[in-house]
């Protein structure tokens, strides 16, 4: 068959970088587990009408078949691949609910997929790593302020460049479309979204022409779009806008004690950037979108925020707000940079060179003695000239060979490959350097 | 919405089930790069015909579309999700054949989907751990007892019944068959496979009526699936049924080597079993089916075996072998009979109660000392009555729960809910119990 090729928008490392990757999840995990967050995953595939019950969604769905389906048959397996980890979970929450304790949190890292024409670095499969709380009935506000705090910690735990949250409310912003006397708040939140890709002038004429706002209501709204702050002060500027209405007070109530509360905790997180509408049409409050240092134009890292309609079945409703981190968003715009990379290709610290096929015995077990002692170790492939062994090594970087014993109580010896220092050695006792153990990521 | 209900043959787990996991593939991950494996993650989605070219599967794909792509069009994109994880590697090893050093040790742990009708505990999705070496033109036999006894030290670090590695070699049967002047062996090796399920009797039936085959053949091949031994004995009994074929004494001469060297490194881990015949068209010679003790009946736990011809493009050629652990199989099953659970369903070791909601941020600050010690903690939902604020470490498996100082000078206190022994303690320095720091597996 011919060489086969990559399928845009699916992307797949290289071992190194895999490495890179598993080491990201690990250490996101960990955090989030300090945190007191469970781990939960879901299948890869939901029923049709639950992904697409929130809309707007619809032309991003993976949808499955069956091969040897009948051409017209399984109508009632009508199955799409999750296209978040958000949706899933509500129905997981509704599911499981007289099963779980609420407050509930989860952690969620897994991949997602959308079938959108890949186009500008977009993914169609990638890995998201997701926390949100969800409580019955009601949610308190300062898990508004937790979900972005914890966040934070997991990307600081990372070697990448500082991540900022800049944070908006919905209700703000719909509060303040009420207060202008808008018919329809959503739709211009929805043009007011393309800010960033379009810029203003487009916006207001789309504002203009398309959802027939006057001059002085677009000009509002680009106005309040256009509100940044680092502290509450974003408070007093809407204000002056001279905007009145009940909604609008409460939005603005909560994204000051998010806030404050956010800031004290961990200062500089967030951002209050009233141009953040969120695409998806489930938030209802806060919401997030986290962007990198330096690769601001990308568009965001992190995005989330809370929803407090998205889990109902009947008169239960579990209000929950969440953040979910992109994972093969943050590692493919450094690995493109050439901003991370591995020490190197393979896990392994040493390679036991084998003398002859008939001693591979004895290679095997000096390999299995540093295993125990947790040093990851391969044996070499052939007994081949220790120059080419020696190879074998450098090519992966492997750092160490180790030459077994020629005599049943002769001495071993190990090699740095790199210095060219050989010295003997006990498989029982020997110790690489620290920093050799596992590979490094390095961020040249 | 109604509530929803569950997808028959894609298991989701409560969150103590899913640490349970997490743990299992955290320490097979472990055990396989400490054998130098290295990570590799492939895309969920292979172009169709690469997933059918090794025939015998088709039934089970899955084909993607996208919900808006044109009703006709878009037959370039005919994508199916992966049915297993060595089809896919074996096209990641040709696209970057040039990028990679040979041979090539890779692990892999995804989940893979199954388009099949639900029935006898089959699942639809779940999760493999597979290694596998790959070389360029010829590999090693060594790597064919290497794989096992990676594999069977990967399961040893879980808390599962003791796993036995059934082995055959492909070459030895159809050899033995050609020997008998058979006209299709494999077409005999796919109706023998099915011995486990209907029995010696309609296997015979099956052999004469359907292929062809005389009384003499048919027994003969039943003969040599009879066999099974613990050490290379099954050699000479094998030359005793008196066929003989250059094929056969070579599948002999591969398996003997294998099992000497592998139970010669793990001993009682591998089983010749001549009955073993794995349904996939692309194995060549080495075969394995990993069974659990207790849970024989239930199929294989894991599988694999050497392919020489699945990775090929033009002259390049890359035989491997490998092994797959059915980590959702060994799960489910566990889970099934009881004999696994965690020991609570949240990762938090610490609950930290609130006094009020205004010195909340005294609970986080408290929280937040404990992490950094590595000591997973939450903070209480609300400023409700001790008595619940203990309940809600309770329901959820929560040892401590920590009640901060009531004046900035003050006493901080640490109950163990369990004992009821309460006592002073300073989050800078206060350690749980090494045992409770994270939640445990136990094995009823």
Chains 1, 2 share one sequence.
């Not at 949250?165 to 509060?175: D, E, I």
Request: hydrophobic share 40%; proline share 7%; charged share 25%.
């Amino acid at each position: 068959m011919a060489r086969p090729t990559a399928l845009s928008g699916f992307p797949e490392w290289l071992p190194g970088e895999q490495f890179v990757e598993n080491t990201f999840v690990e250490r996101v995990r960990r955090v989030f587990e300090l945190h007191g967050f469970a781990p939960v995953e879901t299948r890869a595939v939901e029923p049709l009408d639950q992904l697409l019950r929130k809309g707007e969604t619809s032309k991003e769905v993976y949808t499955l078949r069956r091969l040897q389906a009948a051409p017209e048959g399984d109508e009632k397996e009508n199955l799409g691949l999750h296209f978040d980890l958000t949706v899933p979970f509500a129905r997981y929450v509704l599911e499981n609910a007289g099963r779980l304790h609420f407050p509930f949190r989860r952690y969620q890292i897994q991949k997602v997929w959308r079938g959108e024409r890949p186009q500008e670095g977009r993914y169609r499969e990638f890995r998201q790593a997701d926390i949100d709380i969800v409580d019955r009935d009601s949610l308190a506000l300062h898990y508004d302020y937790e979900v972005p705090v914890v966040a934070a910690e997991a990307l600081a735990a990372l070697p990448i460049p500082q991540v900022t949250v800049h944070t908006s409310n919905r209700k703000l912003a719909q509060g303040f479309y009420q207060g202008l006397e808008i018919a329809d708040p959503p739709a211009v939140l929805r043009v007011v979204d393309k800010l960033d890709k379009i810029g203003p002038e487009k916006v207001a004429t789309e504002l203009r022409d398309t959802l027939g706002l006057s001059d002085a209501q677009a000009t509002a709204c680009l106005s309040l779009a256009g509100i940044a702050t680092p502290d509450p002060s974003f408070a007093e500027r809407v204000r002056a806008l001279g905007v009145k209405s009940d909604l609008l007070d409460e939005g603005l109530h909560e994204l000051t004690v998010v806030m404050e509360a956010a800031n004290g905790l961990v200062p500089g997180l967030l951002l209050a950037d009233l141009s953040i509408a969120r695409g998806l049409d489930y938030y209802t409050g806060t919401v997030y979108e986290a962007k990198m240092r330096g690769f601001e134009k990308a568009g965001a890292v992190g995005a989330g925020g809370r929803y407090d309609n998205l889990a109902e079945s009947g008169s239960d409703r579990f209000p929950g707000v969440g953040i979910s981190l992109g994972i093969t968003r943050i590692l493919g715009l450094l690995f493109g940079a050439g901003a991370l990379a591995a020490s190197r290709q393979v896990p392994a610290c040493v390679l036991v060179a084998v003398t002859s096929e008939e001693t591979r015995a004895a290679s095997d077990s000096v390999a299995a003695a540093l295993r125990r002692r947790g040093i990851a170790t391969e044996v070499a492939p052939a007994a081949a000239k220790f120059g080419k062994q020696i190879r074998h090594a450098d090519r992966r970087g492997i750092p160490f060979v180790w030459f077994p014993a020629q005599a049943p109580d002769g001495p071993h010896e190990v090699k740095d490959i790199r210095s060219g220092d050989q010295a003997a050695a006990d498989p029982a006792t020997w110790e690489p350097p620290a920093i050799d153990r596992v590979p490094e990521i390095r961020t040249p």
